[in-house]
Structure formats: C-alpha cells, structure tokens
C-alpha cells in the first residue's frame, strides 16, 4: 500500500494531519511549506517568511499550529492577524478544514459581523482566533479576548496591513500578548517597517524567502467582461462554444450555484460535473479522474473544492464569480497556462464591482484586458469554419469500399448538395441555429457622463463653503477613519472624494464636507438618533480640544493643506475594510461603547 503523502509526511506531520491533507486534494508542499513547517514544528522557533501571495503560506503556518496546540483546553492559544475581514474568514475556513478530527474551534473575529455573536463564541471557548486588527484590539480592551494561554501569534499579509495604516493597531495587539508566546510573520514583500516591527517584537526570528515564481500574466491570457448576474450564463456558453477544444474550470463562490450552473451546463448538452465540499471522496475521485482523462471537460468548482487539484494542460479559467481578493484569483488563474503553455483567464464582473475588481487587478499587478461578450453571428461564422474544415479534412481521406457502396445506393434520384447538407444536419443538429443564443443585454458605457459630472461636481465645489460635521462616535465605539467615511458614503449616498479632513478621536469624530453634501449628511441622519440626540450635527469649536479656532465653514481653500482622504484610485481596498454592517448587510455606526462614565450612570438609573 502506498505511503500517505510522503512529501506532506517527510515535513514531520502527523497522521491526522495527513488524512485531512488527503481528504482536501492535496499531493505535494508547495515551497514555502517545505521551509516553514519543519522548523515551525521546532519548539521555540520564530518565523518572518517571504513568499508570493497564492503559494501555500495558510498552511504553512497552520499545520504546524494545529499540531503543537492543545484540543482539551478551551483557551485561546493562537491569534492570527489579516487585513481583511473577507481574508479572515477565508483563513478561518482554510484551518478549520485542516484541522480533520481534532475536536478544536477556530473563529474569525472581525468588524461588520455581530459584536454579540463573537462575545458568545468567546465566551464559550475557541483555540484558535483569525481576525482584523481594529476588532481584536476591540476585544482585547472589553476584556472579551483574553490571551494568558496564546502560544502562537501569527501576521498573515503583514505588508497589507501596514499598508493599510494599520500599524499602530497590530502594535498595540503585539503589547498586549504575553512574550512567551512564539510569534510569525508572513509578508508577500518585505519592506524595512516589517523588520523593524520583527526586530521590536520577535527573539531571532528566521527570516525564509522562496524563489520569486512567474507572475501569472506570463502564462495566460487574461480577460474580464462586465456583464449583469442574469446574463452571466449566457456569456458562458458563448465563449465555451467559442473555442474549438474548451478544457476548463468554472469557478463559483457557493455550493448551492456550482449545482446550478453544472446542472444547466448539462441541461443544454455541455459535458460538465460540478465539485465541491459535499461531494464524498468517491464522488471527487471519479469527478476528477474522468477530467484528467477528458470524459468531460468542463468542471463547475467552489474554491475549497479545487484546492489541491492537478489537472494538466486547461485551456481556460472562468471566474463567474469574482474572486474575493488578489490572492484567490492568484490561485485560478495559476491553474491555466501551465507547463509553458498559454491558457486564458476570463473573470465576469457586474457594474457593482468595477472597484472592488480594479483592487484586484492593481494589487495582483495582473494585465487583464477588457473584452466585449462574443455576438451570437460571430459564435455561428466560427462554428461554420470549424465544421468545414472537419468535412475538409475528411474528404481528404481516401473512402472505404464498403461506405462507397452505401453512398452510392443512397444518392441514386437524389441531389448531392442536398444530401450532404442533410447529413450534415444530422450529425451537427441544432449547431448552427442563432435562436439557441439569447440576446445579452449591452451596458450603456457610463464614463462620459461620469466624467462630466464628475467635473460639473467639482467645479462647483471649488466655489462653495465647507461644513464640519460632528459624529457622536470615536475610537473607543470601535470607530476608524475608513470605517467612518464608508458608514456615510453608504447611508447618505455621497462621494468618497467629497469627504476630506476626516478625524477620528477617542470618543467623537469630524469630517468636512461641501456645504451641499454636508446638508444631504445631515439630513440622512436627521432621523437617526440615540436617545433623541442626532449621531451626526454641525461642528462646534470647544468640541476639537487643542486646537485653533476657526470657522465652521469655509472655502474648500482652507482645507487644500490638509490631508484629504484617498480615494479609490489611491488605495487598494476598496471593500473588506473592518466596517459595521447590519444583519441585511449594510453598514451602520457602532453601538456606543460603554466607558466607566456610562456604566456608572447605568448603575445609577437602575
């Protein structure tokens, strides 16, 4: 009987560990697993390691976390920090799925989730913690999260982090874990801030880099066509009848749409399987192996599904839906092109995501061209190419005797033209009817009026007034700059360039606004109060301690000195910030949280 994962077993994991590794698809350690785990599973070792975002590092240092900690104690024993709180749920179910038999809790911690809910599992016990740095630290000071036990203390996309201003939080995180605790850094680049941050808090860490892999766009070609979600189907089929020789993976975000979009694939005579976590092991092997022999050669899969797969020579990857960050799609777009072969990329992105897809684009500095959906007369005159030269070609082979008879006895009284064009009906069907081709819909291009109002917009802003607006809401609520400026592009539905000067203090916060935004901010919120107080008013001066009197209002002149918010095309995260959002998804202020003031006063009225 063949040995279980010998490459995965040499690194010195375990037999649970191994069966998981199995039961996920996985054959081989990518490179930076090769480095980390071994030394990892060392006691007292210390990691900064310096790997490319889509090689394997979740594993790297999760296995060896599920290995060394403690199933039977209830304590937290491993945090592990990420920028995002899409990355952190994405990490969250990467090491719970490798975690196989152990009977451990793994939870990701994060803004935009209910405060309440993480106080429970909390509460209840969890071993292993992956969260954004604003809502643990939030934790951390509710005394919610407690750390005595933590052994491992873990920085995933540490550069990402630091990118995103997140520095003096994770700072603050550092000083509150005990410094018995081993601590890991994972970083895509490895920028002076990262070994300052390793020298301040780590004993003589191990710095370990892998070899700088090819970047996907040398190996595929990459497209993405805007198109609505109801017409993302037909824009499939359109580019899988497209291609002479289509051999791909569909990728889906969920279960539930992997079922659906194999089944219609297969509805309309496709040759497509559909795999993901529901599936037995039978099931995935017979899937897989009837791939691998190219009995089917379109496969519908869910990101956990595919992980771990090794299938040679795609000719595409579909992305129908869009990647939830760089990362992912670093991961689809790998599995095309490969061995020197050039394959293609085609992502699907409604209107809604144009920005959250430019964030992928720049920070996987990925060459993706926009194309436009194949017209159905286009997919018709390529089918007729192909199935001339078919016929071309067999006529080019001298005939058989026997085919020569049959021939000859079917085409006597008979018109040859129309024989052959009958049996070529026959055989190609409904090949060639246009009616099998929905009309898609265009989307009206809207950059020039965007531009022009965009421009309309900002003139008259020049020219008018500047409002300071007060929030009733700091950083002790849980409040951050980002967060406050999406809670109220979202609810008032202004522009993220109309909000500058934005100040987040401990238990209030300012932004400036054009005097006719402000007066649309405050009239969303004119309903919305605490206690018959509204959240957000007008500025008041002895509300901003410490510093100079100045008007309310001014010329947007006054303010050209200060720093104004990024904008979309400065930062690249446009979505996934630690942002609170309702049980229907969208964003709202935080709760106020209670101080020692407020919970005397509490103590009081009861």
Not at 94 to 115: D, F, H, K, Q
Request: net charge positive; glycine share 6%; charged share 35%.
């Amino acid at each position: 009987m063949d040995e279980l994962l010998p490459g995965f077993r040499a690194l010195g994991l375990t037999e649970p560990t191994l069966k998981a590794l199995k039961e996920k698809g996985f054959e081989e350690p990518t490179e930076i697993q090769k480095l980390a785990i071994p030394r990892l599973l060392e006691e007292g070792t210390e990691i900064v390691g310096q790997a490319q975002t889509g090689t394997g590092k979740t594993a790297a240092f999760a296995l060896p976390i599920l290995e060394t900690i403690d199933p039977a104690s209830s304590d937290v024993q491993a945090l592990i920090l990420v920028p995002t709180r899409e990355l952190a749920g994405q990490v969250a179910e990467e090491i719970g799925s490798l975690r196989g038999e152990r009977n451990l809790e793994v939870t990701p911690i994060y803004g935009g989730a209910s405060m309440e809910a993480q106080l429970k599992k909390l509460k209840k016990g969890v071993q292993i913690v992956v969260g954004t740095p604003g809502r643990i630290l939030d934790h951390i000071r509710r005394g919610s999260l407690r750390l005595e036990a933590l052994r491992f203390m873990v920085l995933d996309e540490a550069d990402e982090m630091l990118d995103m201003g997140f520095i003096d939080d994770i700072e603050q995180v550092l000083r509150a874990v005990p410094e018995r605790k081993r601590m890991l850094m994972f970083s895509a680049t490895m920028p002076p801030q990262i070994m300052r941050l390793a020298e301040s808090f780590m004993k003589n860490a191990e710095v370990i880099r892998t070899q700088k892999k090819e970047s996907a766009t040398l190996s595929a070609d990459q497209i993405y066509y805007e198109v609505r979600e109801s017409d993302k189907l037909e824009a499939l089929t359109r580019i899988i009848d497209k291609e002479s020789d289509f051999y791909g993976v569909v990728f889906c975000r969920t279960k539930l749409q992997c079922d659906e979009i194999g089944s219609k694939l297969r509805d309309r005579g496709y040759d497509a399987a559909s795999l993901h976590g529901d599936l037995s092991q039978r099931e995935r092997e017979q899937i897989l192996r009837k791939m691998k022999e190219h009995q089917i050669s379109i496969l519908v899969a869910t990101d956990v599904a595919a992980r771990g797969l090794d299938i040679q020579d795609l000719t595409h990857v579909i992305n129908y839906s869009i990647p939830q960050d760089p990362e992912i799609y670093i991961h689809r777009v790998g599995r095309t092109g490969r061995a020197g072969k050039n394959g293609t990329a085609i992502t699907f992105i409604t209107p809604s995501e144009a920005r959250k897809f430019s964030f992928i684009r720049k920070a996987s500095r990925a060459e993706i061209r926009k194309e436009e959906i194949p017209e159905a007369e286009e997919i018709i005159e390529g089918k007729k190419a192909r199935i001339t030269a078919q016929v071309e070609n067999a006529l080019s082979e001298e005939p058989r005797n026997e085919y020569l008879e049959i021939a000859r006895k079917v085409l006597i009284g008979r018109d040859p033209e129309m024989a052959f064009a009958s049996i070529l009906g026959y055989i190609y069907r409904n090949e060639l009817d246009i009616t099998q081709y929905r009309k898609i819909e265009a989307i009206a291009p809207k950059a020039r009026k965007e531009k022009a109002r965009k421009s309309d917009r900002s003139q008259r802003n020049d020219d008018e007034d500047m409002t300071r607006l007060f929030i009733a809401r700091g950083r002790r609520d849980g409040l951050t700059k980002g967060m406050l400026a999406n809670i109220i592009i979202e609810q008032a539905g202004v522009r993220d360039e109309d909000l500058v000067d934005i100040e987040v203090l401990d238990d209030s916060s300012f932004v400036s606004a054009p005097y006719s935004v402000a007066e649309t901010i405050l009239k969303a919120y004119s309903e919305r109060t605490v206690k018959g107080k509204p959240i957000v008013t007008r500025a008041r001066q002895e509300k901003r301690k410490g510093e100079p009197k100045r008007k309310a209002s001014g010329k947007r002149d006054a303010l050209k000195g200060r720093k104004r918010r990024k904008g979309w095309e400065d930062e690249f995260q446009p979505y996934g910030r630690d942002t609170m959002a309702g049980e229907d998804g969208h964003l709202s202020f935080p709760d106020r949280h209670k101080g020692p003031k407020q919970k005397r006063a509490q103590k009081r009225r009861k």
